[in-house]
């Protein structure tokens, strides 16, 4: 029997943190007079009244959280933040349009970045500083704050955090999961502010430092520019929003191994090594490329600023951050096909980047080359090994399911899409970057255009497929299986 009072309690608490984060933008109201912090006053004053009423909703005898509350908790949990999430815009009438206004807070709380608004600059600043605060709540997960709080109101979480941890696994750096949850949030405070000093200290104002800040640690890619990162040209920033960005990518679990200089671990990491690697020789031959196509037509080109460039869109789109430097589509169709692929890349697991994963990969293909070894030699014992640990066949299994699932709604995305109207460029990019949380992607919703013109319908498909592609799909999908709602 799932409990669902327990459930609405725990959503309450979701709410009424959603509804304390919006208070925090009333200062930036005051300071910059461009709004009078109504919007966003009665939005968290709403919020918490809304979760204190579920709060108050009677416990039962037994306040733990089994499997299925776990998976529940966190999908109505997230769909509650973007419902409510979405009223400071409803309110401020910037975005008055309620399909408009779900779909810029879906993208902000699944970190995916893809924009409706044609002016950003024209926003008051307030709004703008929640829009980039959605990126960062949704970077972490709001859920895995709330494990680390769980203690104080009696409820225990290893199952929320198992259903709500990016990645195919949910590696613990402590024993307990609440202590677990408390440093991955510590990282990434401590990191994110870190970030917004070195910004100021580049030349950015604090506004921005802070809204960017926000937005590079949760792999989002909301700006407050309209050109993106294209507004900053220089290259000290560029080059430290690109370092926080691979540190967004990396593992969490690696992150807090290098703090304590176990260097040794961080590069015995497969994952890591690929991740490392993958960059640094995609970029190498994209740069050179870029360079030679580039110089052709301007000879004073210099090769920094092509491998600048280069580096920036290859980070930006393997962490799904999303940020934009440089138009990549207009540099040629191969280096074009060569970003498309990379919205299917993601980086590591247990970061806040979203997409595929790269565990997965080294997972597929290392199983994919040691099959044709079992075909060669069938009665040999061939283990699965990552990190020089046996994978056990379920997570293969799992890990082939996940591939073969995202695989079938990318396809099926691409068909509803291109059925609507949509040309097929358009529509493979979409639903790419919608389902890899990536945000930028090729055709009309290359990186120098955005989502304003897609149809209501258009826009509310491309907003699930960013909940199911943040909820790793499994989160969503076992919601509508018949076996989930037959009682034990």
């Known amino acids: 029997m799932i409990n669902f009072k327990q459930i609405g309690r725990i959503v309450g608490v979701l709410l009424i943190i959603i ?10 109201s005051f300071y910059f007079h461009d709004s009078d912090g109504m919007p966003l006053l009665k939005s968290g004053l709403i919020c918490i009244a809304v979760g204190a009423i579920l709060w108050q909703l009677k416990q039962g005898d037994d306040n733990s959280i089994n499997k299925r509350e776990g998976y529940l908790i966190v999908a109505l949990g997230w769909f509650s933040m973007v419902s409510f999430g979405m009223i400071p815009y409803l309110f401020s009438g910037h975005i008055p349009n309620f399909t408009d206004a779900f779909f810029e807070t879906m993208s902000g709380m699944t970190t995916t970045g893809a924009s409706i608004l044609t002016d950003i600059e024209a926003m008051p600043k307030d709004i703008l500083y929640w829009r980039s605060l959605t990126q960062w709540i949704g ?28 990645g195919p696994t949910s590696e613990k750096i402590h024993p307990r999961i609440q202590e677990t949850a408390k440093r991955l949030w510590l990282i990434y405070v401590g990191l994110t502010v870190v970030l917004i000093i070195l910004l100021k200290i580049a030349g950015m104002t604090f506004y ?20 993106s990162m294209m507004a900053y040209p ?37 994952e890591f090594k690929a991740y490392l690697l993958g960059i640094i ?65 993601g980086a590591c697991a247990g970061s806040t980047s979203g997409g595929i994963k790269l565990i997965r990969h080294l997972v597929f293909f290392k199983n994919s080359r040691l ?53 097929f460029e358009t529509a493979i990019g979409a639903v790419a970057t919608s389902l890899g949380n990536v945000g930028p992607g090729i055709g009309k919703v290359g990186p120098v255009d955005n989502f304003a013109h897609f149809d209501k319908g258009t826009k509310w498909f491309l ?21 989930f709602w037959k009682s034990n």
């Open 281 to 345: 020789g995609i970029t190498i031959v994209v740069s050179m490329f870029v360079y030679f196509i580039e110089r052709n037509g301007n000879i004073a080109f210099p090769y920094e600023q092509a491998f600048r460039d280069s580096l920036f869109q290859i980070v930006s789109l393997v962490t799904t951050t999303g940020f934009v430097s440089a138009d990549y589509t207009a540099w040629s169709s191969g280096v074009t096909m060569i970003f498309f692929i990379l919205l299917f890349s």
């Open 139 to 166: 970077g972490m997960g709001i859920i895995v704050l709330t494990v680390a709080i769980f203690p104080l109101l009696g409820i225990g979480g290893i199952e929320l955090f198992t259903a709500e941890s990016p």
């Open 208 to 227: 921005d430092a802070l809204n960017h800040g926000l937005t590079t640690m949760a792999t989002g890619g909301f700006s407050t520019k309209n050109a």
């Open 19 to 28: 509804g304390g984060m919006m208070l925090t933008g009333l200062p930036f």
């Open 371 to 423: 099959e044709f070894k079992r075909i060669l030699h069938p009665r040999a014992v061939l283990p699965l090994k990552i990190n020089e640990l046996v994978v056990k066949p379920r997570i293969v299994t799992h890990i082939i399911i996940f591939l073969l699932l995202y695989l079938f709604l990318f396809v099926f995305g691409s068909i509803v899409l291109s059925m609507i109207g949509h040309d």
């Open 234 to 270: 220089s290259a000290l920033i560029q080059y430290i929003i690109i370092f926080f960005m691979f540190l967004a990518g990396m593992n969490y679990s690696m992150t807090y191994l290098a703090l304590n200089r176990k260097f040794k671990k961080v590069w015995q990491n497969d």
């Open 463 to 483: 907003a699930f497929l960013m909940l199911m592609g943040r909820l790793e799909l499994f989160t969503i999908l076992v919601l509508m299986t018949p076996y």
